[in-house]
């Protein structure tokens, strides 16, 4: 029997927006492999071996799973929303670089957070956007900075994953003080919390009115462009540049 890899992402929390594609490819599994609360997503069957780890291990579920696939495994790697944003993808292929070899690998997409908070919103991220993960686990503050910088002057929408955390809370405090520089007050923001989840919370604020507590991890933030606007309850960004 040949093992291969499949990485898979389950969506943003809803088991309604886990493509048919993701579900076959867990039926066959013989291995899953993830962060706690996402392996904690998939149900235990016989047959199945759920291989749940702590956050920034990402590298080492990444040879475990390179490792069950040589012996024969069916090995999928969860992750949340897709697996190409900010996720278990990535790390995947750079554990292959070093390893070698050339294993049955497929990635599977999945719904990710920022368009499901976007579709709740209503068309938020209408015109070009661009997504910056806020975490300083793996590239310094100044770095994350100088990007928000650019993409504000550029005047793109703006999607942050990783908002704000208990090891981090000034980093957030500090991303509102560079939208401010930068940014009219009136500038729309979205923070769409838990989204799909029976947890979901969706608040839309002005710059000038947000706060940094209104983030947390299982928050998503989407910031407007100068043409961004509200009708009735929706947010959207017209398509035209303006």
């Known amino acids: 029997m040949s093992g291969w890899i499949t990485v898979a992402g389950l969506g943003p929390g809803s088991d309604a927006m886990v493509t048919p594609e993701v579900a076959a490819a867990l039926d066959q599994a013989t291995d899953v492999i993830g962060y706690i609360p996402y392996v904690a997503r998939v149900a235990a069957r016989p047959g199945l071996t759920l291989h749940a780890s702590d956050n920034r291990v990402e590298l080492d579920r990444a040879r475990h799973a390179l490792s ?29 670089e070093a390893e070698g070899g050339d294993p049955d690998i497929r990635i599977l997409p999945g719904i990710t957070a920022m368009l499901a908070a976007a579709a709740r919103a209503g068309a938020p991220l209408g ?21 928000l910088r650019h993409a504000a002057r550029g005047d793109f929408a703006m999607a942050f994953y990783n908002p704000r955390s208990a090891s981090r809370p ?6 509102l003080e560079v939208l401010h520089e930068e940014c009219e007050p009136e500038r729309l923001m979205i923070f769409a919390r838990a989204v799909t989840t029976p947890d979901e919370a969706l608040r839309v604020v002005t710059l000038e009115e ?10 998503v933030v989407l910031v407007g462009n100068r043409a961004t606007r509200r009708v009735g309850r929706w947010v959207y960004t017209p398509r035209g540049a303006v």
């Open 127 to 147: 015109h070009d956007f661009c997504a910056i993960n806020l975490s300083d686990n793996l590239k310094p503050m100044a770095l994350i900075e100088h990007r």
């Open 170 to 175: 000034a980093g957030f405090a500090r991303v």
């Open 210 to 219: 947000a706060t940094p507590d209104m983030a947390d991890m299982r928050t």
């Open 68 to 96: 069950l696939a040589a012996q024969g495994g069916r090995v999928v790697i969860v992750s949340s929303g897709d697996p190409g944003v900010f996720a278990m993808a990535s790390a995947l292929f750079e554990a292959l």
